[in-house]
């Protein structure tokens, strides 16, 4: 069968975006191009600017198998680092050739075998393939606090940091404590006037080492040898099998080791009886997305730092009136209050086969064929969609399998073999059904904490199988999901 040129569009540069654009120009794919709502590429790491922003995942093992990283200053990699790994990276492939800043996609349409896309600007354009890198923590969740409206301060979500704000001197409040607040109050801690941190759930925190590199490691590290050494990929493996493991086995020895490490953190940490109580967590450690913090208990403890645990009440003019009546006066509200997880490429409208509409099909939560891939939306293609692996490692190499299974995919539509891929109804509805069945069985659901992975129905929203079983999925499509021969597959 005849090669077909496809014309192939990308929605997001952020690190799945641009990890589609280098796959796709390498293998031969030339009718591409990449949309990105905003001027830059980075995604996440380009709308987070916040003191102390960090990725807990090694340094080393947080970049493209492909185009490692010898040059990381500290052994968590900061969010500025990050991001200039991502723009150096999009420079070296060629990638701005093909990208369109400042375009957000406003709509997508499967009409005639082909996606028509309509754009905020007015732009359109067509895809025979379309991937929809968009993310999946993008929308900033504001709580629904009293009064919020009426604060005199400054007060702004930590995904949109104001840098207009000077801190010094200053008396902020931080509300929240997953890993961004645990970062932010970190950063501060003993650098402003006054630092309260209002805790709602008390978090595991795992210690964590982040000292620096040298410039003799890092000059060390060019050599790709001793690069492979120090990052021990066989041992941080098994680290993320582990804790996959804990996930759907809280009676793990993985599970257990890591909540000793946690306890013993902050029973050697945390000096006063009384304050070590209030952070120590009443749930199931994992239940939560893991805190890995060198210096938090040491950042909580500054004289200038406190812990707020009484329960907010409202904001006034002039601060935060907890409930037990005192009113904390305060110059900076941060919300460090997460993300709406359930978004991926939404607001878009998206329709698919016959009509079929996205918002419908996920009406009771966000669901897709192993995470990739909807019925009635042939060639449509998620990176990091609804049901991936999120946890406490790399995004980036859940993303590398994704696409390794994606291609595979799109080459049978190239091979002109067969020009429209999607699962069966009944592949995603057995599927789904194995999911939440398993996503029953996960700390996420049995450990007796509210997290940012549940859905609206209290359902884990994650893969809740292991990592290994994951990364099997990715390696061959099973071909019968998407009503193909896998006989005539393998000819293709
Ligand atoms: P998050 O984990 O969803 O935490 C939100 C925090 O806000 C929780 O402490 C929550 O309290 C609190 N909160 C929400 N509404 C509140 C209200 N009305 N009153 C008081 N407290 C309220 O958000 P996040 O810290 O931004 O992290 C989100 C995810 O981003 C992480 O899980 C991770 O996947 C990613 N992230 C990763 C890194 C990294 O190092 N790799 C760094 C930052 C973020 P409750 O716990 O009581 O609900």
């Given at each position: 069968m005849a090669e077909q040129d496809l014309r192939v569009v990308v929605l997001g540069a952020g690190m799945a975006g641009i990890l589609a654009g280098i796959k796709l120009l390498e293998r031969g794919y030339r009718d591409i191009n990449i949309y990105e709502k905003a001027d830059r590429v980075g995604g996440t790491w380009r709308e987070n600017t916040y003191p102390g922003l960090t990725c807990d995942v090694p340094s080393h093992h947080y970049t493209y198998s492909f185009e490692r990283n010898p040059d990381w200053t500290r052994h968590l990699p900061p969010g500025a680092e990050i991001q200039g790994y991502f723009e150096r990276t999009t420079e070296k492939y060629g990638l701005n050739e093909v990208i369109r800043f400042n375009e957000e996609a406003s709509s997508a349409e499967w009409r005639d075998g082909r996606w028509h896309l309509g754009f905020h600007s007015g732009r359109e354009d067509v895809a025979d393939v379309l991937i929809a890198a968009?993310?999946?923590?993008?929308k900033p969740r504001f709580p629904d606090i009293k009064g919020a409206d009426s604060f005199e301060g400054h007060l702004f979500h930590s995904a949109r940091w104001d840098h207009s704000v000077p801190l010094e001197g200053k008396r902020i409040g931080v509300i929240g404590n997953g890993s961004t607040g645990v970062q932010i109050i970190s950063a501060l801690a003993g650098k402003v006037a006054k630092l309260e941190h209002y805790q709602r759930t008390a978090q595991w925190i795992m210690p964590v080492e982040n000292g620096y590199f040298s410039e003799e490691e890092r000059a060390a590290f060019r050599d790709p040898a001793v690069l492979e050494e120090v990052m021990d990929v066989k041992g941080y493996m098994e680290a993320v099998e582990q804790y996959t493991q804990a996930i759907t086995d809280s009676d793990s020895p993985g599970s257990q080791h890591m909540a000793a490490a946690c306890l013993q953190n902050l029973e050697e940490s945390v000096t006063d009886p009384e304050l070590r109580e209030r952070l120590r967590p009443d749930h199931a450690p994992l239940c939560k997305r893991l805190i890995f913090s060198p210096d938090y208990y040491q950042a909580i403890q500054h004289p200038d730092s406190e812990l707020v645990d009484s329960g907010i009440e409202c904001i006034e003019p002039e601060g935060i009136r907890t409930r037990d009546g005192q009113l904390h006066e305060l110059d900076i509200i941060v919300?460090?209050?997460?993300?709406?997880?359930?978004c991926f490429m939404r607001p878009m409208a998206i329709s698919g086969r016959n009509g079929a509409s996205l918002d419908k099909l996920w009406q009771e939560r966000p669901l897709a064929y192993l995470a990739v891939s909807m019925p009635d939306f042939p060639n449509l293609f998620m990176l990091?969609?609804?049901?991936g692996p999120v946890g406490n490692f790399s995004l980036i190499d859940i993303a590398e399998n994704q696409w390794g299974y994606i291609e595979q995919l799109m080459e049978r539509i190239r091979s002109g073999e067969c020009p429209e891929i999607a699962p069966t109804m009944q592949a995603m509805q057995d599927y789904e059904a194995a999911r939440v069945e398993a996503a029953k069985q996960t700390v996420w659901f049995k450990g007796g904490c509210n997290s940012?992975?549940?859905?609206?129905?209290?359902?884990?929203?994650?893969?809740?199988?292991n990592y290994q079983r994951f990364v099997q999925e990715m390696a061959?499509?099973?071909w019968e999901a998407f009503g193909l021969s896998a006989a005539v597959a393998a000819n293709t």
């Amino acid at each position: 069968m005849a090669e077909q040129d496809l014309r192939v569009v990308v929605l997001g540069a952020g690190m799945a975006g641009i990890l589609a654009g280098i796959k796709l120009l390498e293998r031969g794919y030339r009718d591409i191009n990449i949309y990105e709502k905003a001027d830059r590429v980075g995604g996440t790491w380009r709308e987070n600017t916040y003191p102390g922003l960090t990725c807990d995942v090694p340094s080393h093992h947080y970049t493209y198998s492909f185009e490692r990283n010898p040059d990381w200053t500290r052994h968590l990699p900061p969010g500025a680092e990050i991001q200039g790994y991502f723009e150096r990276t999009t420079e070296k492939y060629g990638l701005n050739e093909v990208i369109r800043f400042n375009e957000e996609a406003s709509s997508a349409e499967w009409r005639d075998g082909r996606w028509h896309l309509g754009f905020h600007s007015g732009r359109e354009d067509v895809a025979d393939v379309l991937i929809a890198a968009t993310g999946v923590l993008h929308k900033p969740r504001f709580p629904d606090i009293k009064g919020a409206d009426s604060f005199e301060g400054h007060l702004f979500h930590s995904a949109r940091w104001d840098h207009s704000v000077p801190l010094e001197g200053k008396r902020i409040g931080v509300i929240g404590n997953g890993s961004t607040g645990v970062q932010i109050i970190s950063a501060l801690a003993g650098k402003v006037a006054k630092l309260e941190h209002y805790q709602r759930t008390a978090q595991w925190i795992m210690p964590v080492e982040n000292g620096y590199f040298s410039e003799e490691e890092r000059a060390a590290f060019r050599d790709p040898a001793v690069l492979e050494e120090v990052m021990d990929v066989k041992g941080y493996m098994e680290a993320v099998e582990q804790y996959t493991q804990a996930i759907t086995d809280s009676d793990s020895p993985g599970s257990q080791h890591m909540a000793a490490a946690c306890l013993q953190n902050l029973e050697e940490s945390v000096t006063d009886p009384e304050l070590r109580e209030r952070l120590r967590p009443d749930h199931a450690p994992l239940c939560k997305r893991l805190i890995f913090s060198p210096d938090y208990y040491q950042a909580i403890q500054h004289p200038d730092s406190e812990l707020v645990d009484s329960g907010i009440e409202c904001i006034e003019p002039e601060g935060i009136r907890t409930r037990d009546g005192q009113l904390h006066e305060l110059d900076i509200i941060v919300f460090a209050t997460g993300f709406h997880p359930d978004c991926f490429m939404r607001p878009m409208a998206i329709s698919g086969r016959n009509g079929a509409s996205l918002d419908k099909l996920w009406q009771e939560r966000p669901l897709a064929y192993l995470a990739v891939s909807m019925p009635d939306f042939p060639n449509l293609f998620m990176l990091n969609g609804p049901s991936g692996p999120v946890g406490n490692f790399s995004l980036i190499d859940i993303a590398e399998n994704q696409w390794g299974y994606i291609e595979q995919l799109m080459e049978r539509i190239r091979s002109g073999e067969c020009p429209e891929i999607a699962p069966t109804m009944q592949a995603m509805q057995d599927y789904e059904a194995a999911r939440v069945e398993a996503a029953k069985q996960t700390v996420w659901f049995k450990g007796g904490c509210n997290s940012w992975y549940l859905d609206k129905d209290g359902i884990p929203s994650s893969w809740p199988w292991n990592y290994q079983r994951f990364v099997q999925e990715m390696a061959a499509p099973k071909w019968e999901a998407f009503g193909l021969s896998a006989a005539v597959a393998a000819n293709t």
